[in-house]
């Protein structure tokens, strides 16, 4: 009996540890596999979260980007504003110009037009001159500034041979298209160059107001194949009308100005495009 009892007490405390390894160790062994990559996992997606919204720019950003402009652009508005300041500069000698006693015309000049218009009326007729400022009269006046500087150098040694070379190589002309008409019929267009010392007819052509597309109208000789007498009669139906070379320089003076004018405007225009 006394050995039967021991061997049940050996068996029961052998049973104890056994139970108590089916119960414990499985629990630990669980926590060991899913506790542990749960918690690397929330880590790492965490720092991925991070990680793209640090690298997702802001409305904000995208706004400064769009608005940013190129340096060349504000380069060219500079060049352009320096080229206004040099336009308004060389404006201010042609702002004097006074017509002469004698300029019996109404002047039109409507901005943006390269050209102005001249009218009037004579003895029931109405004459409409159209200016023309040609282009190799305006030059640079970039290059006429330049001119100058250098000029006041030797002014003094070589005044009256850059007088005569001036004379001779900057002839103050303007381009006129003369139109004479009376209440019906056709109309007579000179083309003439209006210069200080004398006008040159270069063209007279008969022009008809009803004439379609399909017609092709006599054009005429050429000015300068007409007889002397005839050509010098031309001259003097327009010198009565006003076409004389007294007006010659006022209406240099004038669509010089003009063309400067117009020059600054479309350079501002220009200018407050790039800038937008």
Request: with cysteine; hydrophobic share 30%.
């Amino acid at each position: 009996m006394a050995t039967l009892s021991k061997m049940m007490k050996k068996a029961a405390s052998s049973l104890i540890p056994l139970a108590n390894r089916s119960l414990h160790p499985r629990n630990y062994t669980s926590a060991a596999i899913f506790t542990t990559p749960l918690k690397n996992t929330t880590i790492n997606s965490t720092s991925n979260l991070v990680s793209r919204a640090a690298s997702i720019p802001t409305h904000r950003h995208f706004s400064a980007l769009a608005k940013k402009k190129p340096d060349s652009d504000d380069d060219l508005v500079n060049i352009i504003e320096e080229e206004i300041n040099c336009a308004k500069k060389e404006s201010v000698k042609h702002e004097a110009a006074k017509a002469p006693r004698d300029f019996a015309f109404e002047i039109e000049d409507k901005p943006g037009n390269e050209t102005i218009t001249l009218t009037r009326k004579y003895k029931g007729e109405e004459i409409k001159v159209t200016v023309h400022m040609s282009e190799d009269d305006l030059g640079d006046f970039e290059e006429d500034e330049e001119e100058e500087k250098e000029g006041e150098e030797k002014a003094e040694k070589e005044k009256d041979e850059e007088e005569d070379d001036e004379e001779e190589s900057d002839p103050r002309y303007v381009e006129l298209v003369v139109n004479v008409s009376k209440k019906s019929g056709p109309t007579l267009e000179f083309e003439v160059i209006a210069e200080p010392d004398g006008i040159t007819i270069n063209s007279l052509a008969v022009k008809y107001p009803n004439a379609s597309d399909e017609d092709i109208p006599y054009a005429g000789p050429e000015f300068e194949d007409l007889d002397e007498n005839l050509k010098e009669a031309f001259y003097d139906y327009l010198e009565v009308r006003g076409i004389q070379p007294s007006i010659a320089q006022f209406l240099y003076e004038y669509m010089a100005g003009k063309e400067l004018k117009e020059y600054t405007g479309w350079l501002k225009t220009v200018k407050n495009f790039v800038a937008k």
